[in-house]
């Protein structure tokens, strides 16, 4: 049940948006092995000035917040790393212009289906992958 936020400047390229959002979904499905349909992924845009970005960086600068259960290996993380800056490079975000943060969130801080906690409910896939 990840949940990831995308922040970017306003018009900065690609234009396509819902390429932006599913490129990053994509990326969570195969490394955290979670199901389609279960997660929101959300994009937001700033005007620049409201959104300052690294010098380095150019006007395509991508953060990427994904809140996850607790319990991913560092392996898993890298793949999550990789399929993100895969996915949003075929889209021409070059991977220098990528960031990712990840926080990690213990299943019982974390109410689904109708306000239980996580970690007292089957979540229908492996978290400790």
């Known amino acids: 049940m990840p949940h990831a936020a995308i922040h970017r400047l306003l018009g900065a390229p690609p234009d396509d948006r ?31 000035e409201a959104f300052l970005i690294p010098a380095e960086s150019t006007e395509a600068f991508t953060l990427v917040e994904a809140t996850i259960f607790s319990g991913r290996s560092l392996e898993t993380k890298r793949a999550l790393y ?18 990712v943060v990840l926080y990690e969130v213990p299943r019982e801080n974390w109410g689904l289906k109708g306000g239980q906690p996580a970690s007292e409910i089957d979540l229908g896939f492996e978290v400790e992958i």
């Open 82 to 99: 990789r399929g993100l800056i895969d996915n949003l490079g075929s889209l021409g975000i070059v991977a220098a212009d990528v960031r």
């Open 18 to 48: 819902r390429a932006i959002v599913e490129a990053v979904n994509r990326a969570m499905i195969e490394a955290l092995r979670v199901p389609e349909d279960s997660h929101p992924v959300r994009l937001h845009e700033f005007d620049a």
